[in-house]
């Protein structure tokens, strides 16, 4: 498939624009069903308002205008990235042990680069084409405790088009002292950013309440924290029992508490709008709350095998019918390329004697990403209704077919890479 060469295309906000309409092959998943739907040779075709009008065999629906034809490409969802951090960016890679004296070592020391709002805008440049390189559309994405920084990468994301959730990183303990925000300041400062950012571009942006893990924050901090997002309907965004070191200082620090997941719940935090990141630990008590309370994990395999954290056995939280979802964990996470993260979520489960079928794999990376963020409705899977989130993957002649196209578009990032990267019907990358 002929590709232009530049790379990087100015962000389209909600302003209507022609309808369009896509040819190509399709593997979507589609909500309420259990395979994905696959079209060998389709024809989408996208409002002026970027969303899809209809998916239907070519031939089968006339369009009157121009069909882009993606010729040997594949069109899938864009990919939902539920976890990963903007300001480590730039440490990909660096190995300094395991989570808390990485956080110590590599973590800290880079997230205070952040109080200089140009350094912040270099990398929030790097973070978001970075990630729609890899063709995720969708991030759930943790900032720094710098509320200029937080700015910094929000209009960076209504900038460029990405759709997103992201926050101020709230800490007002055990870090660095240059990174601690007390309540009294860090609480308004997320107010002000809602009254910016929050639904942004007719909701393609949303502003999440944000504590790193419990260890980083105090009482306070947590209970106001939970309820600024009761009082807004904020997404819930952090850790869980990621470490078994973390684990055991969380309880030592909260006694009161009868397990980890059991801090965030007393003290506000733990709802259908939660999404908390790793869970390698938990006991299956904690799996249990977690689906009485409708609360989504983040799985980050690749993260949790860097770190040495052990590995979540997929199977307790999909038995339970616990919302699932896949992150990178930039840069715990080596990789902003979601079908890598594909392929280490499906190692670690045969490391725990299961076998995970692709298409389950997929659903988590697209729309299981895009329902535990709140998202469903928008994004995640393409569906008459729904915005035109998708990319566009080349497609070599030997990869044909539904188990082809499967294989492509989940361990082929060599060899069927992403050629672009479309956010409700607008162009936003291209290879």
């Known amino acids: 498939m002929a590709i232009r060469s530049d790379r990087k295309l100015p962000g389209h906000r909600a302003s209507c624009g022609p309808r369009s309409a896509y040819r190509a092959s399709v593997l979507t998943p589609v909500a309420g069903e259990p395979r994905l739907r696959f079209h060998e040779d389709a024809i989408m075709i996208v409002g002026s308002d970027g969303v899809i009008e209809s998916i239907r065999p070519y031939g089968a629906v006339a369009f009157d205008g121009i069909v882009q034809h993606f010729a040997s490409a594949l069109v899938i969802p864009a990919l939902v990235d539920a976890h990963l951090h903007f300001p480590q960016t730039r440490v990909i890679g660096s190995a300094t042990g395991p989570l808390l004296d990485w956080l110590q070592q590599t973590v800290f020391p880079e997230e205070l680069r952040f109080a200089n709002t140009t350094y912040a805008r270099e990398v929030a440049g790097e973070f978001i084409d970075h990630a729609l390189s890899c063709g995720t559309g969708t991030v759930g994405a943790f900032s720094s405790s710098s509320p200029a920084a937080t700015e910094v990468l929000l209009d960076a994301m209504v900038e460029t088009g990405i759709r997103g959730v992201a926050g101020l990183t709230l800490m007002d303990q055990r870090c660095p002292e240059a990174l ?202 393409l569906e008459v209704g729904k915005d035109a989130d998708f990319v566009v993957l080349g497609l070599p002649s030997y990869l044909s077919g539904r188990e082809g196209a499967l294989r492509a578009a989940c361990f082929g990032s060599d060899v069927a890479p992403v050629a672009r990267t479309y956010v409700r019907g607008r162009l936003i990358y291209r290879a």
Not at 198 to 217: K, W
Not at 242 to 261: H, I, K, S
């Open 180 to 381: 601690q925000l007390p309540p009294e300041r860090a609480l308004p400062a997320v107010r002000e950013l809602i009254e910016r950012f929050h639904r942004a571009d007719a909701g393609r942006i949303e502003v999440a309440v944000t504590p790193r893990f419990a260890l980083s924050c105090s009482e306070e901090m947590m209970r106001g924290a939970g309820e600024l997002a009761t009082e807004h309907n904020l997404v819930v965004q952090t850790h869980v029992s990621e470490n078994a070191r973390e684990g055991a200082e969380t309880l030592a620090a909260f006694p009161w508490a009868d397990d980890y997941v059991d801090v965030y719940d007393k003290l506000g935090l733990l709802g259908p709008r939660t999404i908390l990141a790793h869970a390698v630990h938990l006991s299956p008590g904690e799996w249990d709350r977690l689906a009485e309370r409708g609360a989504a994990v983040a799985h980050c395999p690749d993260s949790n095998a860097f770190l040495g954290s052990g590995r979540m056995r997929l199977a307790e939280a999909t038995r339970r019918r616990v919302k699932v979802s896949l992150g990178s964990d930039v840069a715990a996470g080596r990789t902003f390329d979601m079908r890598r993260a594909i392929s280490s979520a499906y190692d670690a489960a045969i490391a725990w004697g299961d076998r995970p079928e692709l298409e389950d794999l997929l659903w988590l990376a697209t729309l299981g990403g895009a329902e535990s963020l709140g998202l469903g409705s928008k994004a995640g899977s």
